[in-house]
């Protein structure tokens, strides 16, 4: 069974004028079919039906799918593709380094909860005054 599909994208927060919303919102949609995992060899875009949306069968959908949640952990349209590629090696490497980048995020966040902390705790009134909070600072 054909299922519809259709990506919306917030111009409006790129800046986009109401005007224009419609030919951008287009123009996304071009970008995105040229970008994006789903455009040739990727499951059967059926054309479009009488409102204009384009119609995917189960496979596409279930790649659209994919496609959303790689995009919610933070991998960009390229590393989508990449990660989808029919090669699992080249998907393995798109992800493991996906993965160190997220692992060095989380080390970063993690100082920066304990140097919060610190300042929270913190019996000096400038941070300047404090050694620990000095050592802190220091670290990159």
Same mark, same amino acid.
């Given at each position: 069974?054909?299922?519809?599909?259709?990506?919306?994208?917030?111009?409006? *927060?790129? #800046?986009? !004028?109401?005007? /224009? &919303?419609?030919?951008?919102?287009? $123009?996304?949609?071009?970008?995105?079919? %040229?970008?994006?995992?789903?455009?040739?060899?990727?499951?059967?875009?059926?054309?479009?039906? *009488?409102? #204009?949306? !384009?119609?995917? /069968? &189960?496979?596409?959908?279930?790649? $659209?799918?994919?496609?959303?949640?790689? %995009?919610?952990?933070?991998?960009?349209?390229?590393?989508?593709?990449?990660?989808?590629?029919?090669?699992?090696?080249?998907?393995?490497?798109?992800?493991?380094?996906?993965?160190? $980048?997220?692992?060095?995020?989380?080390?970063?966040?993690?100082?920066?909860?304990?140097?919060?902390?610190?300042?929270?705790?913190?019996?000096?009134?400038?941070?300047?005054?404090?050694?620990?909070?000095?050592?802190?600072?220091?670290?990159?």
């Amino acid at each position: 069974m054909l299922e519809k599909l259709e990506v919306q994208v917030d111009l409006k *927060a790129r #800046g986009e !004028r109401e005007d /224009d &919303d419609r030919r951008g919102r287009r $123009a996304t949609r071009r970008r995105h079919t %040229r970008l994006a995992p789903l455009g040739a060899g990727r499951g059967t875009h059926r054309g479009g039906d *009488a409102n #204009g949306y !384009r119609v995917y /069968d &189960d496979d596409a959908l279930e790649q $659209a799918r994919t496609v959303l949640k790689l %995009r919610r952990v933070g991998l960009s349209l390229p590393e989508v593709t990449a990660a989808m590629a029919p090669k699992k090696s080249e998907a393995q490497r798109v992800v493991r380094a996906k993965i160190a $980048a997220l692992e060095n995020e989380v080390i970063s966040r993690q100082q920066a909860i304990v140097f919060l902390q610190h300042t929270v705790e913190c019996r000096y009134r400038y941070l300047d005054e404090c050694p620990d909070c000095a050592i802190f600072v220091r670290q990159p």
